[in-house]
């Protein structure tokens, strides 16, 4: 079956480290998107990318990278310049704009 | 003021209750979405729509672009709806926008 595969589950990070969250889709969907969700607040849209090698900043990019390097993947970094990491990020993938977006089952980061 | 505002934020109902979740938005759209968001945090698309009103099983989505306004309707509500709808607008390309969820629990 198709769909998007975020690893790990869950993850924890130390002050000071990068961490990689990892997303890859089966669903031949050109358009990749990280999101991070915070309680009582709604999904904020860190990065996107429409298209292989190119990708766009979102509302809340600082502190992050990414990678668009193959179709399938849309790998995130949370590098040590985001002050305030520990959220539940998820990765979704569609056709194009305003198409519907399918969602992986998110990645929920920690600081120790 | 977010962009979109969803309402209630939570909400218990019995087994068989009809259910109402409300949506405004106050930006200009292509699509409305509504989502569910199951306790693991998973999230599944349930409509996409643009004008008028869409049904799938025990679930209507309606929508007005005059009003700005949108609302997700269950019937015969089942415990297995409890779970956090959350509604989404398109205003243009790929930015989208959304609230901050309802969170309904419906007790047997």
């Known amino acids: 079956d198709g769909g998007i595969t975020q690893s790990p589950k869950y993850l924890f990070r130390k002050e000071g480290q990068n961490v990689t969250l990892s997303c890859e889709q089966n669903l031949n969907h050109d358009a990749m998107y990280w999101y991070r969700q915070d309680p009582g607040q709604g999904l904020r849209l860190i990065y996107y990318s429409q298209i292989v090698n190119d990708f766009q900043k979102g509302d809340i990019a600082e502190g992050y990278s990414v990678s668009r390097e193959k179709k399938e993947s849309f790998p995130l970094t949370v590098t040590s310049a985001q002050k305030n990491p520990t959220a539940f990020y998820l990765c979704?993938?569609?056709?194009?704009?305003?198409?519907?977006?399918?969602f992986g089952d998110g990645t929920r980061l920690s600081i120790l | 003021k977010n962009e979109v505002e969803q309402s209630p934020q939570n909400l218990t109902a019995q087994e068989g209750e009809f259910i109402t979740i409300n949506c405004s938005y106050s930006v200009g759209i292509s699509a409305l979405h509504w989502l569910q968001q199951h306790p693991g945090g998973g999230i599944v698309s349930l409509f996409m729509?643009?004008?008028g009103k869409k049904k799938h099983g025990r679930l209507i989505a309606t929508i007005n672009i005059q009003e700005k306004h949108s609302s997700l309707h269950i019937t015969a509500s089942h415990p297995r709806d409890s779970a956090v709808y959350i509604c989404?607008?398109?205003?243009?390309?790929?930015?989208?926008?959304f609230g901050t969820g309802t969170s309904l629990t419906v007790i047997p």
């Open positions: 729509l643009s004008s």
């Open positions: 989404a607008v398109g205003p243009t390309g790929n930015q989208f926008y």
């Open positions: 979704a993938s569609s056709r194009g704009s305003n198409q519907p977006q399918h």
